[in-house]
Structure formats: C-alpha cells, structure tokens
C-alpha cells in the first residue's frame, strides 16, 4: 500500500503516461515503415513481413495479465522498470537488426517490455491516487494510449523518411527518460502472497494458438490447402484447451465468471471484431498509398492523420450521448456503421492516379468520426458493471481482446491481398480486402448492440468478490 501523502501525483501520472504512450505507439508507428522494411530485406513475402507487426501483437496480448499478476505478488515499480529495459534495449536491437527474422525476434522481445508497461502503470497510478482522484488519472492515462494510435502513423513517416530503423530508435532516449524518472518519483506498491500467481502453461498455449491461426491465415495463398487446415485446426484445438484449463485453473488468464457479465463479454466480442477491421484498414491505407500511389513515407503518415484527430472531437461527442443515457450499445454500433460505410465508400472510389483529397480523405474522415464514437465507448463500458477490484483485471482482458483483433486483422489483409500481379490484379485484391473490412464492422456493430445492460446495473457485485484484484492493483 502506498502512503498517498508522501506521493507527488503530477510527475507520477506524467511517467505512467509516458510508459502507455511507449507501449501504444510502436503498435501503429511500424505500419508506415512496412513498405520500406520490405525493400530492405528483399525477397521477403508479405506475409513473412507481416511477422513484424504480428509477432509484437500477439506477445503483447498474451502477457497482459500475467505479466500484471506477477508484478502484482513481487512489485509493480520493479516489473515496471524491468518492461522499460527491455522494451528500450529491444527497441536498439531492433533498429539494427541484420535480417527479417532477427527483427521479428527483436520485436517479440520489445512487445514483452511493453506488455509489463500497461499493467505495472495502471497499478501503479491506482495505488498512488487517493479514489475520489483515480478517474480523472485514469482518463488522463488512458487518452495516452489513443494519442499514440493517432501519432503513430505520422511520427513514423517522419523517422522513416530518414530510415526504418529511426523508428526504433525513437525509443531509446525516451525510455532512458522514463527509467530515471520512474526510479525517482514512482512509489512501489504490491499486493504480496495475495496475489496468485499467472497460469503461466497457459499463457503459453495461447500465445502459439494466435500465433498458428495467424500463420495459417497469411500462408494461405502460400501453402497448400490440407497444411492450412492442419495449422488453423491445431489452433483451435490450443483454444479450446485453453479455455477447458481456464476453467479450472484458479488464477486463469481469462477468468470466466468475467465472461457471465453481460456488458463485460459482449464488448470483448465486439471490440475484437472493430479491431479486425480497423487493423486491416490501416495496413490497407498505407500499402494502397505507398505501393499503388507511390506516396513516400512523411506523406503517408500525414495522409493518415485526419482520420485519427476525428477521434478525439467524436469521444467527447461519445461521451456527451453517454451521459444523456443513450445507451452504450447504440453509440458503438452507430460508430462501427459509420467505420464500415467509410470504408466501403474508399473501396468504391479508389482509382491508379493518386487523388487524395476526393478518393481516400472522405472515406478517412467519416471512418475516423466512426472510430471515436466506438472505441472510446467499448474501452469505458467494458468494465462498468464489474466490481471495482475486478476492473483492472478487466481492462486487461479487454486490451488483450484489442491485441489479438490487431493480429487476426493484418493476417486477413495479408490473406486476402494476396501476391497481385498489375494493377487490376491489386486494384480487385484491395476492394475484396476492403469490403471484408466492411463486412466485419457491420458484424462488430450488431454485436455491440448487446453491450447495453438488458436492466438497470444491480447494486450488488455480479461477479463473486472472493478474490483480491491480481492485475493491476487496486491496493
């Protein structure tokens, strides 16, 4: 437990902020630097290249929670500058790695560092503020995370116009900042024995089962059908033996009395599917104009902008609807609708010659108001109705569904781009591409519809409170 009058709240909200901004960005900084991490190590497919974005992914959402509950029983500041040092030592090894592969291990190791980041920092921040402060801190620490979706792209066009590899670089003085200001003013706190440590076997099984459906998806086109089968059977297979141990298990990484809240399940459903589709939808954009417009770097990353800065103004629209008891289900699955009509709109007017501010900018903009109205909402209602020493453990969950969307996301783009051969070939790839996109936002949208409570949230917990937090620490 931390004396909160020995605290001082600023600078600790600052570098908790900072260390969520870290972990975030390198999620949407590296789709810019794609293309050109695909001319650096040549003959490479593009599903090989996709292990750049996707090994980081599924690292990072599978251990969220463990992660968080082993800093949880042996300190958070300790797991907190231990994920920094590894995520800016990987970050370096990265920015020189000498082969695709060995930047795809270096990225594996950098998501590892950045998935001790998110949960040591929300239980650090929780246990440093008095409860009648935690929610403005919260929010403050949460609309990082969003300021790093929205910046990724452009910061990264603009390291990249320099080389791929300042992307990375970025990271090594920052977080050598943040290591050092995080040792000075961040108070530890920890929740000892109480704490059960993470299913770790489990963690392990997940983490190969998204690996192999994901592998299964961008080989597609690549394999023969009866391996496909065999690779995305076997990963079905981890799943459902995943699921099987949860419930068993006494500390599981999912736990599945969460599962019986309704608002709870159903946003995990609903943002792993927005989140299949928004991924998609930001490889898509970039490739499109890199590789068919021939936009370099900065100019793709500036592209790329309008679409995000939407979200902030469309999240407070989002919040203003909530407040005035429109339900959440509503303002999600009107804000998935808006992302698939801006979507297909994109798909139907995208030509050879580039014509930014009339083919792709509107179809951005309205996906980017769509966006701001959805995820926001999802991220807020999730763990509404959750007893309060289960949010934490919520939040996780629901940022590894987020994570694991991303992964199953730019495998289908991969998949369903395909290897064309000419522009009509790309042309045909990228509108199937696009439409699927579509397709699972319209499913996303009926699937937030059950995120509304069917009665009034009951004064009692829903889950059994038998148990202490174990993720993020609400000490």
Partial sequence: MVQQSQVRPRPVLAVLSVASFMAGLDLFIVNVAFN??????????????????????????????PLGRLADRYGRKPGLIAGL???TLASQACAVA?????????????????????????????????????????????ASA???????????????????????????????AVTLLALRF???????????LPDLPGTAVLTLAIALLALGLVKINDWPG?????????ALLGLAWFWLRSLRHPAPVIEPSLLAVRTFSWSNATILLFTVAFAANLLLGVLWMQQIWHYSP??????????????????????????ARVPVGLITAVGCMLCAFGVAVIAMSLGPAPAYTTELLPGWLIGGMGVGLALPTILSAAAVDLPSHRYATGSAVVNMSRQIGSVLGVSLAVAVLGTPHGYADAHNGYVNAWLTVAGFMAVAAIAALGMTPRRPRPSSPTVPEKETEVVAGTS
Avoid at 115 to 125: M, V
Avoid at 147 to 160: I, N
């Fill in 298 to 323: 900065i100019r793709t990353g500036l592209a790329v902008a309008p679409g995000p800065l939407m979200v902030p103004i469309m999240a407070l629209v989002a919040g203003r609807l909530a407040a």
């Fill in 36 to 65: 050109d991490i695909g001319r650096d190590f040549p003959g490479q497919s593009m599903a090989d290249l996709s292990w750049v974005l996707n090994g980081y992914a599924i690292v990072f959402a599978a251990l969220l929670v």
């Fill in 98 to 142: 000498p082969s695709l592969w060995w930047l795809v291990g270096f990225r594996v190791l950098q998501a590892a560092g950045a998935a001790a980041l998110i949960p040591t920092s929300l239980g650090l921040l929780l246990s440093a503020y008095p409860a009648a402060r935690r929610a403005g801190a919260v929010r403050i620490w949460s």
């Fill in 226 to 234: 009866e391996r496909t089968t065999i690779v995305i059977a076997g």
């Fill in 186 to 196: 961040v108070p530890d706190s920890r929740d000892g024995a109480a704490a059960r």
């Fill in 85 to 87: 040092l590894v995520f």
């Fill in 146 to 176: 969003a300021l790093a979706a929205a910046a990724g792209p452009a910061v990264g066009g603009v390291l990249v116009d320099v080389s791929w590899r300042w992307v990375f670089e970025v990271n090594i003085p920052i977080g050598i």
